[in-house]
């Protein structure tokens, strides 16, 4: 088991940059594969980008590669993932996810455990 608390959301202006950080639970944190998912108001929750147990391997949606960077610390029990050149486009609720197991992936329903999620808004 493990409990996601998702932080770091807020206001910014287009081009700008966020960190978003979600702490885990939990005595195995680095056995989980973690992912950050978004979900803009109307529309279906969508990927961004996974990071596998030990860190070194990652996997960015299409929309966000180049922009956004995911990364986690075992010791601290965290994932992060650095936003820049933020644009309207993406703002949304960005959620936090754990799956148990080795392969990073990209649909929602691999993920077991999820964070409340945390607001992002991105202004014109």
């Known amino acids: 088991q493990v409990q996601l608390v998702e932080s770091g959301g807020g206001l910014v202006q287009a081009g700008g940059s966020l960190r978003l950080s979600c702490a885990a639970s939990?005595?195995?944190?680095?056995?989980?594969?973690m992912g950050w998912f978004r979900q803009a108001p109307g529309k279906e929750r969508e990927f961004v980008a996974a990071?596998?147990?030990?860190?070194?391997?990652?996997y960015d949606a299409d929309s966000v590669k180049g922009r956004f960077t995911i990364s986690r610390d075992n010791a601290k029990n965290t994932v992060y993932l650095q936003m820049n050149s933020l644009t309207p486009e993406d703002t949304a609720v960005y959620y936090c996810?754990?799956?148990?197991?080795?392969?990073?992936?990209?649909?929602?329903?691999?993920?077991?455990?999820w964070g409340q999620g945390t607001q992002v808004t991105v202004s014109s």
């Open positions: 939990g005595r195995t944190f680095s056995s989980y594969v």
């Open positions: 990071i596998s147990w030990s860190g070194r391997s990652t």
């Open positions: 996810a754990a799956r148990y197991g080795l392969a990073l992936g990209a649909k929602h329903t691999e993920y077991g455990y």
